[in-house]
């Protein structure tokens, strides 16, 4: 019976979600058909109008967005201008890409001033360039022709994020290291480190390395919009908590630990990690490895997001552990369960 009642909620939940979803997408839609009737005008009158194309990311109306021109604005304009003599022609194609380039430095020069609006060094977008969002598999992969006006990504519902690839290369060239368990267990032992667990609270209360403090990297939702609440409401159906980045993470993990020279490790549940190759017992890989497309920005997570934040913050000695706390668990080292 209980079971059956918990299906109930469940599927009512679900049904409402899809309610809601249905309506949010009719004003989308009508919206979007707003968009392209007056995109179309502009076009056929003749108006350079740049076209911003959003690749989806991850998790609901996650956009991350990049200025470009659709092949249907370039067809457009190429139609508008076929009648045209060649020499008016030219002219309006080299106007049209002088207007395209002025708009996307704007959009860079916007960028970096929300970088640095929100606490973040302006020369972070040029360490996405070389990425791309690959849609049909769902990962970043390298591609040395990308470049970004924007890599902040806005979704609907939340807070505001930076884009995988650049956090990467950021932690890369600050040469974060990701240490072993065991080493993990020792420093620990010894009282050399803050072991901090980024995970929420209640996962944190569920389980955790024993020594280990609780400062979550994400929080739950705050907002109050339409895309909030539907978000909430979807995730309700799925038994899934809605959150967000919390913006005072490092606050507060500094005021936790006693302040940014305090050296700390951190851990989530998974741990991932910025390998770019996969190690093979075979005699022609055993010492190098070989590149693997889906590794070509290791395996992100949460606790390693918290070492980006921390470096970004001015903390002067981050690492991470390795194998988070799955590994530690499997390997069947001290756990304990509770409040810190």
């Known amino acids: 019976t209980m079971h059956a009642s918990r299906a109930v909620r469940i599927l009512v939940a679900a049904m409402s979600a899809a309610l809601l979803l249905a309506m949010a997408a009719a004003v989308t839609a009508g919206r979007g058909a707003a968009r392209s009737r007056a995109v179309g005008g502009a076009l056929r009158g003749g108006s350079a109008l740049r076209h911003r194309v959003p690749s ?10 990049s ?13 508008t201008h076929m009648r045209m003599p060649g020499n008016d022609l030219r002219r309006r194609v080299s106007a049209w890409a002088g207007d395209r380039d002025a708009e996307l430095q704007q959009t860079r020069d916007d960028t970096r ?16 360039a070389g990425s791309r969002w690959d849609p049909t598999f769902q990962r970043w992969v390298k591609d040395p022709r990308a470049e970004y006006a924007d890599i902040i990504i806005t979704p609907k519902a939340g807070s505001p994020y930076i884009i995988w690839p650049a956090i990467f290369q950021v932690l890369k060239q600050a040469g974060l290291q990701s240490i072993p368990t065991e080493e993990v267990q ?10 901090v667990d980024v995970r929420m609270e209640d996962q944190y209360e569920q389980g955790h390395v024993d020594g280990a403090i609780n400062v979550p990297m994400f929080r739950e939702s ?52 910025l390998d770019t190759k996969i190690q093979s017992s075979k005699a022609m890989y055993k010492e190098k490895g070989y590149e693997d497309v889906d ?27 390795k194998g988070g706390y799955s590994t530690w668990k499997y390997e069947k080292r001290p756990v304990a369960t509770g409040g810190s």
């Open 222 to 273: 705050t907002g109050s919009g339409v895309w909030d609440n539907l978000k909430r409401v979807v995730n309700a159906a799925l038994l899934i908590r809605s959150t967000e980045r919390d913006p005072e993470f490092p606050q507060k993990l500094e005021t936790a630990v006693g302040g940014k020279n305090k050296p700390v490790v951190l851990y989530c549940g998974m741990g991932g990690n």
């Open 295 to 321: 590794k070509s920005f290791g395996k992100e997570s949460r606790s390693l997001k918290a070492c980006f934040e921390l470096l970004n913050a001015g903390f002067k000695n981050v690492k991470h552990m």
């Open 186 to 195: 020792d420093l620990v032992a010894k009282n050399k480190v803050t072991l």
């Open 113 to 128: 001033r929300r970088l640095t609006e929100m606490g973040y060094d302006p020369k972070l977008l040029e360490a996405a």
């Open 56 to 65: 989806s990311v991850s998790g609901l109306g996650h956009r991350a967005s």
């Open 67 to 79: 200025s470009s021109f659709s092949s249907s604005s370039c067809n457009g304009i190429m139609r």
